[in-house]
């Protein structure tokens, strides 16, 4: 297979194509989108048909071709691969530089591999601005994927910005009752992280390019400079921390989660809390902490993060137990299971390092399930609040089966996706920081009492609600949705190896570079005067 | 091809290229099973939907509670029969034979082999990660094996008895799924070559714990009973990984091997940490102090899985671990002492509660998280080989009681099924003199009491006296001994072990004639009408209850003692030398813990007084004649209040943790910190900070061009002034 | 060399532009006296342009090409709030209140 790959030459050409196709994509679907201007109703819904599919297919496309990078990757070398670095806005020291490596790799195939499932998720839910929607979808996968593959911050910045805003429509336009407060309220949290993100971006792109007299914002430039004062870095390493901070999102910049997950559409939560969270702590493990090593890993930095880290687990899950409204229930929790992987990457051993990317994908395929399962019993009975049901197991023994299963992974039952990840960041974790991991061991049990709780409350106990007696249970192209996910929930759970072995070289790099520079770099924050 | 490789990569254990490369058949077997009865339950599931959900009542047990009081009898009419059900008690059954007979021809390969160390059949890399490589790996050795014997066997038999037991359920395939599911799992625990694979089936028992507990999920306590059996779980499970955390991050390495090989590098403080957590996760599983509660609600799941999971299996895997860690837990005195006095109280504890419940399937919950702690102690003082004994013949005689009892509720079940009656098919005041009725089961359930009770040559006897013995035999010259805990001389400590599991021997026969007096003995209490129907469980049942029966009888051969004059003395401790010998050894400074054989005379003749003097207080003491049926029955009080109440211990958990942690959650961390401090003062209030601004601001804005150029030109003026001005 | 009676002239013309523009309440009026303070400019760089060169004139070519853009534009606009708002006074104009 990577003979082939490598005979039509797959790796220079895919990662541009992965940008490019949904580009290309969102402007099909807004042209056929225009042709239907003032056709008749019947032609607008098969317009909207068309609409469904063409996306589909062309994010079916897309995950094909990056499924070629599963093979074409290199997982002995911890280097950027299929880099392609292309001149862009020359006057400002911005490239079009792109590259994976191990820790962006998982990243870019799990986007590829959700957003088809999302359009699936909304095919029947998403009714009016059908081509619009799509339109967004399309440009929200070229952002996020952006945002994976860049290796220059201008790049990096403008991909960050562009997946914002398709995100803020659809909850804004398809969204739920409030989702005018929780769109800008979104919004608002995310853009001010980033403004301050781009201010550090801006300063150290003049640093880098300081000699030419013009920026560089290569990712190789800015990680090649010397390091700052102390202080300078203190304040850039804020920046950065403030902007994915909030993505991630920790504790305390959690609040507009919960909110943008309810009010948000399937497909809209699913991407969220698939996708879009992780890009905070893909930042955290791309740009700041390998930045930054000397504060990151300043004592007092890290003992503060990891705190609010553990905090988060143990709050997110305390408050996810009193959830009335499953949605909200399950983004509590994905603020539980994020804190695991910010512990994961500053207690900076290669196994808890590795355990976050994996807690990272692995939250990626639950969770999309869980709030695929939930818009599906959301479009049957319209209510996502977890005491209008009860009892309905007896109803709907499919919709049980697999709630329950994807609830386990959740729980991180072992033999699922869930347990592998959360288990090498704890197992790692112990190793640097034992007191605060053995807190955030505490999650495990909680996670089950919530989870637990929930379902005993929507599935099992009488079913005495007599409008639940008649739901129906999944058809054939939800289980088909949801096919692809269990399947990765049981694989990743029982045979993690491949998984893991694609991202040993990167991590292994991360961790021993980072470490190295922290040692280097505290001599002189202790030194008097600061350099 | 392939297999002849891994052998000779293995190197030159006796037993590779032999049957036992293919232990990785013994779980397969009822994961296959699983997979065919899940399919089969959810095909029809599927189709069948319920048009009146709640008219699906047609099971046999009911959680005595108050909660089952609704009118649900009009499903007892018509039990609806699963269509698929014969594939069903087929396949379930089978894949358990099929599992018996290979684990039966591995344990006579390893007999023939005596291999001294454990033969590893590594099937793949599981979680490779920075330092940590984890294999998904089997190990073949004296512990797993026996352990692999009851639970395939023991096992077989349950799966035969539950297809009558469960036949009339439209959930059939559904509970041989679970089932299968749970046997998988149980043989991953015990197979499995390291701590994370011990930990997926700790973890996967309990799953189907949870889900066997509520397999009757209509009930709101049902679904309770289950998930609060998870959560309990749960927090032992806390205490197992962070054990694991704990061996990762001094040695290393998680694999028994590993693990064995360098525990010695261990400082004291760790190794006692370590054991400390480690056995906080076997109080979850194996229902010890303080976290026994899950155990006695567990009943509400159906009779067999009872005697599989709550009594023969599942819940010994706490024992198995302590077991399995010797090495570890004898490096460290104290929580050796731990696992022992907790054992003991647990014993203790749960005997007392034992003498007041009414339940029948309550009286044997708490009769087995006494005999847990009868096995905690042996495990805990060091005798391994003499816990293991009392695991597997408590297997034998306690899955005989709980399917007896199965068989009981069944018969009363039907009789009340028959006439249309609702009361409680559970509680003994409602039985009596069935011994008529049911003689099969009434002698066998004899047997297994008397095991229970401590009378020779029944196999209890020799398991429980085997654990005593090992008591007394290291209060003198052991490390146990020799060690303080909590400025108690070890000693002393082990003396009042002694004495505490002489106690509950006595409590122990007391409770158990009890159970045997009102369910069997004395009038009958059915009512008139149900009497007529009151009849003997089918072979089907009572089959797996006349086997069980014989290994009640004959298990003490086992492992007889020393002062035995012939048979197989001591077998069971030989055959565990090369897993806990060296441990056991540890302990007892390396000398063989024997006590004088007139001493041992001393101490049997004690343990059979004890017994007989239990079971004559009963007899006598006890009045079935005076009892009247539940709905009769006055509340009781004072200290048979405490007692039938369990100590209100749930009570007291709810009071000091649930609710306080929900209610903490919600109107502090939710309403306070979340939505009140983050949301309402930092986020919206900024908003509204920005806004009031704007609306400072917006009040210049008349809109009328005419102000705005008279503004203009004020300060063009203004500015040219300051400049002709300067 | 009369700079200093246009200069005079420009200002007086500014001036009267000014205070029509403030007190007057008429959009047509409003842009008139917007045309005369344009032009009062373009007197004054005419009359500099005798002093400092030509650059001036073209000033003033340019500024009236964008008087012209600008005249046609307003008045379209004024033209399309008449036929909203059936008036041209702007008391009733006040749009861009906050």
């Not at chain 1, 790799?105 to 059908?130: D, E, I």
């Not at chain 2, 102090?289 to 006695?296: A, E, G, Q």
Request: with cysteine.
């Amino acid at each position: 297979m990577a003979a082939f790959l490598q005979s039509i030459g797959y790796n220079s050409l895919i990662l541009p194509a992965l940008l490019i196709i949904p580009t290309v994509g969102a402007l099909l679907v807004w042209l056929h989108g225009a042709t239907l201007k003032g056709a008749d109703e019947a032609a607008q819904e098969a317009g909207a048909m068309m609409a469904r599919r063409l996306t589909f297919a062309i994010l079916l496309l897309e995950f094909i071709l990056s499924a070629g990078l599963w093979w074409s990757f290199d997982a002995s070398s911890a280097a950027y691969q299929a880099t392609i670095d292309w001149p862009w806005i020359s006057a400002w020291g911005a490239r079009f530089a792109l590259g994976i490596d191990g820790l962006s790799l998982m990243m870019v195939l799990l986007t590829t591999f959700l957003m088809p499932l999302a359009v699936l998720g909304g095919w029947t839910s998403v009714r009016h601005k059908v081509h619009a929607y799509h339109v967004l979808m399309l440009l929200l996968t070229m952002g996020m994927l952006g945002v994976f593959v860049a290796r220059d911050l201008f790049l990096f910045y403008v991909m960050w910005e562009v997946m914002l805003i398709p995100m803020y429509f659809i909850v804004g336009i398809w969204g739920g009752e409030r989702r005018i407060y929780a769109s800008i309220k979104f919004f608002i949290y995310t853009m001010v992280g980033s403004l301050l993100m781009l201010i550090a971006i801006v300063y150290l792109g003049w640093q880098a390019g300081l000699l030419e007299g013009k920026p560089n914002f290569a990712y190789e430039a800015v990680m090649a400079l010397p390091e700052f004062r102390p202080m300078v870095a203190f304040w850039l390493f804020a920046a950065f921390f403030v902007a994915f901070a909030v993505k991630v999102p920790m504790f305390p910049f959690h609040t507009w989660l919960p909110d943008a997950h309810v009010e948000a559409p399937t497909a809209g939560s699913v991407i969220l809390a698939g996708i879009l969270l992780k890009l905070g702590t893909y930042g955290f493990l791309r740009l700041a902490v390998p930045l930054f090593p000397g504060i990151a890993l300043h004592p007092t930095v890290r003992a503060v993060i990891i705190a609010l880290s553990v905090i988060g687990v143990i709050y997110g899950s305390l408050v996810a137990l009193v959830q009335p409204d499953f949605k909200k229930l399950v983004a509590y929790s994905s603020v539980a299971h994020l804190g695991m992987v910010m512990l994961g990457i500053f207690a900076m051993t290669r196994e808890s390092v590795q355990g976050a990317l994996m807690v990272m994908i692995g939250h990626g395929v639950s969770t999309g399930a869980l709030f695929f399962l939930i818009g599906m019993m959301y479009e049957r009975k319209h209510s996502r609040i977890i005491a209008d049901y009860g009892g309905i197991a007896k109803v709907v023994p499919i919709y049980a089966t697999l709630l329950t299963i994807v609830a386990l992974s959740s729980i991180g039952l072992p033999g699922t996706n869930g347990f592998i990840g959360e288990f090498l960041v704890m197992v790692g974790a112990f190793k640097t920081v034992p007191v605060m991991t053995t807190v955030s061991a505490l999650g495990v049990i909680l996670a089950a009492a919530y989870l637990l709780w929930a379902l005993q409350r929507i599935l099992y106990n009488t079913l005495d609600k007599p409008a639940n007696a008649h739901l129906t249970d999944l058809n054939w192209r939800e289980i088909g949705l949801l096919a692809p996910l269990l399947f990765l929930i049981i694989w990743m759970g029982v045979y993690p190896k491949p998984v893991l072995s694609r991202m040993e070289a990167s991590v292994g790099k991360f961790v021993q570079e980072v470490e190295a520079k922290a040692a280097a770099q505290s001599v002189t924050l202790n030194a008097p005067g600061g350099n | 091809m392939l297999l002849l490789q891994e052998a000779a990569a293995a190197g030159a254990h006796p037993l590779s290229g032999s049957i036992a490369e293919w232990i990785w058949l013994v779980p397969v077997f009822p994961l296959i099973g699983f997979l065919i009865n899940g399919l089969l339950s959810l095909r029809t599931a599927a189709h069948i939907g319920p048009k009146d959900p709640t008219a699906h009542h047609a099971h046999h047990d009911h959680a005595h509670d108050d909660a089952h009081g609704h009118a649900d009898g009009h499903g007892h009419d018509h039990p609806a029969v699963h269509p698929y059900a014969g594939i069903a008690s087929l396949v379930g059954p089978a894949v358990l034979f099929a599992s018996f007979a290979l684990t039966a021809a591995i344990f006579l390969a390893l007999s023939g082999a005596h291999a001294e160390t454990p033969f590893i059949k590594t099937l793949f890399s599981w979680m490779p990660a920075g330092n940590l490589a984890i294999n998904a790996a089997f190990q073949v050795d004296q512990l797993s094996m026996v352990m692999t014997m009851v639970i395939t066997g023991v096992g077989s038999l349950i799966h035969v008895f539950s297809v009558g037991y469960m036949k009339e359920d439209p959930g059939y395939p559904r509970y041989f799924a679970y089932l299968n599911l749970f046997v998988f799992f149980m043989l991953v625990l015990v197979l499995g070559a390291n701590y994370p694979m011990l930990f997926v089936g700790w973890e996967g028992v309990g799953l189907c714990s949870y889900l066997l507990i509520g397999f009757w999920f209509s009930e709101k306590a049902n679904a309770d009973a289950g998930k609060k059996a998870f959560i309990v779980n749960r927090i032992g499970d806390f205490g197992f990984l962070v054990a694991m955390f704990l061996l990762f991050s001094n040695l290393g390495a998680l694999d028994f091997a590993g693990v064995n090989a360098t525990a010695s590098q261990l400082s004291p403080l760790v190794v006692t940490a370590i054991c400390l957590f480690m056995f906080l996760g076997c109080a979850g599983k194996s229902a010890q102090i303080p976290l026994y509660v899950w155990l006695p609600d567990a009943m509400a799941g159906p009779t067999p899985v009872s005697a599989l999971i709550h009594a023969a299996t599942m819940v010994t895997a706490g024992v198995y671990l302590v077991a399995r860690s010797s090495v570890l837990f004898s490096m460290s005195p104290v929580a050796s002492l731990t696992v022992a006095f907790v054992g003991a109280i647990t014993a203790l504890f749960a005997a007392t509660i034992g003498l007041k419940q009414w339940d029948i399937k309550k009286v044997l919950a708490y009769s087995t998280v006494s005999q847990l702690g009868y096995m905690f102690i042996g495990v805990g003082v060091g005798a391994y080989a003499a816990g293991v004994f009392h695991l597997v013949t408590h297997a034998f005689f306690k899955a005989l009681l709980f399917l007896g009892s199965g068989s009981v509720i069944y018969a009363m079940h039907q009789a009340y099924h028959h006439t249309g009656n609702h009361d409680d098919a559970q509680d003994m005041r409602n039985m009596g003199g069935l011994r008529q009725f049911m003689p099969v089961t009434f002698a066998l359930m004899w047997i297994a009491t008397l095991a229970i009770a401590g009378i020779p040559p029944f196999a209890g006897f020799f398991s429980k006296d085997e654990i005593l013995g090992a008591v007394f035999a290291r209060t003198h010259g052991s490390t146990l001994a020799d060690a303080t805990w909590l400025g108690i001389p070890g000693s002393a400590l082990l003396y009042a072990i002694y004495a505490i599991g002489l106690v509950s021997a006595l409590l122990t026969a007391i409770y158990m004639t009890r159970m045997m007096l009102y369910t069997f003995h004395g009038p009958n209490r059915t009512g008139d009408k149900e009497r007529s129907h009151l009849r003997e469980a089918p072979w089907v049942m009572t089959g797996p209850l006349a086997v069980l029966g014989v290994l009640s009888l004959a298990g003490g051969w086992l492992n007889l003692p020393t002062f035995f004059p012939a048979g197989p003395v001591q077998a069971l401790h030989h055959w565990l030398e090369p897993v806990t010998g060296a441990a056991a050894l540890r302990i007892t400074n390396g000398a063989e813990a024997h006590l004088e054989h007139s001493t041992e005379y001393i101490l049997v003749g004690l343990a059979i007084a004890i017994a007989v003097i239990g079971i004559t207080i009963a007899v006598t003491r006890l009045k079935p004649a005076a009892l009247v049926s539940k709905s009769q029955s006055p509340a009781s009080e004072g200290i048979e209040r405490v007692l039938e109440h369990k100590y209100f211990v749930d009570e007291a958990y709810d009071a000091a943790v649930v609710q306080p942690l929900v209610g903490v959650s919600r109107t502090v961390l939710w309403k306070g910190m979340d939505v009140g401090l983050i949301d309402g003062l930092m986020v919206n209030g900024s908003s509204y900070l920005a806004r009031g601004i704007g609306w400072v601001g917006a009040r210049l804005q008349s809109g009328q061009v005419g102000t705005y150029a008279w503004v203009l030109i004020i300060g063009v003026l203004g500015v040219l002034g300051a400049f002709t001005l300067r | 060399m009369m700079v200093a009676e246009a200069l005079a002239l420009s200002a007086v013309l500014f001036t009267i532009g000014v205070v029509g523009v403030l007190t007057r309440r008429n959009a047509i009026i409003i842009f008139m006296c917007v045309e005369l303070m344009l032009n009062a400019v373009n007197l004054s760089f005419v009359a500099f342009s005798r002093m400092y060169g030509a650059t001036g004139q073209v000033f003033v070519v340019f500024v009236m090409t964008v008087a012209a853009a600008e005249a046609a534009v307003g008045l379209a606009i004024i033209i399309s709030i008449f036929r909203h708002r059936q008036t041209v006074d702007l008391k009733n104009i006040n749009l861009l209140k906050g």
